[in-house]
């Protein structure tokens, strides 16, 4: 239903007839239902911020509702730069009209990563602590480190 109170047409009529007879607890079960079968049906943060990032990411953090991520900018492969240097971003899913989601990027800050290193299955790069690659989900013990690490 929209702000105005009509019913999309996309919604079956027995459906909307019964959602009309509910009392209010009934319908806020349903609407953590729906909420539930959405959550359930759309693609996983991780898998939509590892098809958009622009840069090699070294570590997500998902926490349900955003998702810290850690990323080198591609561009400093081959630089003097300090290789150590990652990019820290608050992502979120924004809703855009139509009801389309997109990935909000908030750069947080660069921060000195403690060590990063290349996964040895796929070749992407992985923050020191992290348990699984963020681009493969393989384990990382004992990865090989990148050139350059101090550790």
Request: proline content about 6%; some cysteine; hydrophobic content about 30%.
């Amino acid at each position: 239903m929209s702000s105005d109170g009509s019913v999309p047409d996309c919604l079956p009529a027995d459906l909307v007839k019964q959602l009309r007879a509910l009392a209010v607890p009934e319908l806020r079960a349903a609407r953590e239902y729906i909420d539930e079968r959405i959550e359930q049906r759309r693609t996983p943060i991780r898998e939509q911020i590892l098809s958009g990032a622009v840069g090699d990411v070294v570590g997500i953090e998902d926490h349900g509702a955003y998702a810290l991520v850690r990323m080198r900018d591609p561009t400093q492969d081959g630089l003097d730069g300090d290789p150590q240097l990652v990019s820290l971003y608050h992502v979120t899913r924004e809703k855009r009209p139509g009801g389309k989601e997109s990935l909000h990027w908030a750069f947080l800050g660069d921060i000195q990563s403690a060590a990063i290193r290349k996964c040895k299955h796929c070749n992407g790069y992985v923050d020191e602590n992290a348990e699984s690659c963020p681009h493969c989900r393989r384990e990382t013990s004992e990865p090989d480190r990148q050139e350059g690490s101090d550790a």
